[in-house]
């Protein structure tokens, strides 16, 4: 009976894990708020995610914020590329999604389509892996490539992960109102944590500061 309540049981460790991702989600949303704070928010999440994973991590909220501090400055360049480039994207998506289904325009969609999936490959290093620390952002993009690439199965598991709010949105107000809590509660961490395992996995990411 003693081991049932034992804090060490698997099930009191796989909650208080649940319970740290939903702490780490709310600090992420929160800090995310002024929208070009999002960057660092999400590089917090993921430092503080793989400190979680090594078991380096006293304080959740300590350690968030102190890597949400660290990445402040660091960071902001490279989100604001990522999104000012996925805001154009997405429109042009929409944009050519309306027009005449002609040649002319099934090719500039194919092409835009493309585009937003190396956009996507890319935001899978850029910011949870780091690569932007320490390194101009066309190094730090050629970098992103070249990970992308060479660890593509990894890549498109993380990429689709990633997607999901955007493809619930795209379904309709059904899906937005079922992911919805998920996503204000823990959905956004367990996605953080599910890609940093994979990121683990990858190789050659040891100069990625991960």
């Known amino acids: 009976m003693k081991d049932v309540f034992d804090i060490d049981n698997p099930f009191f460790a796989f909650m208080g894990g649940l319970a740290d991702l939903v702490i780490v989600n709310l600090l992420f949303l929160v800090c995310s708020i002024p929208v070009v704070t999002m960057g660092a928010s999400l590089s917090a999440m993921y430092q503080t995610i793989g400190k979680m994973r090594e078991g380096r991590v006293s304080g959740v909220f300590s350690a968030f914020m102190g890597a949400f501090k660290g990445s402040l400055k660091k960071s902001v360049p490279a989100w604001l590329l990522q999104l000012f480039t996925g805001i154009v994207l997405i429109f042009d998506l929409f944009y050519t999604g309306m027009m005449p289904k002609a040649a002319a325009w099934s090719l500039i969609g194919m092409v835009t389509g493309g585009m937003t999936l190396i956009w996507l490959f890319l935001t899978c290093y850029l910011i949870p892996a780091g690569v932007f ?66 990121l683990e996995k990858c190789r050659d990411l040891d100069a990625c500061n991960v």
């Open 133 to 198: 620390d320490g390194r101009k952002l066309k190094e730090a993009l050629s970098r992103c490539m070249y990970l992308s690439v060479r660890n593509l199965p990894y890549t498109a598991v993380m990429a689709l992960l990633n997607s999901i709010p955007f493809v619930c949105v795209f379904l309709g107000t059904y899906f937005i109102g079922v992911m919805m809590p998920v996503y204000l509660s823990a959905g956004f961490g367990i996605t953080a944590y599910f890609n940093t395992m994979l």
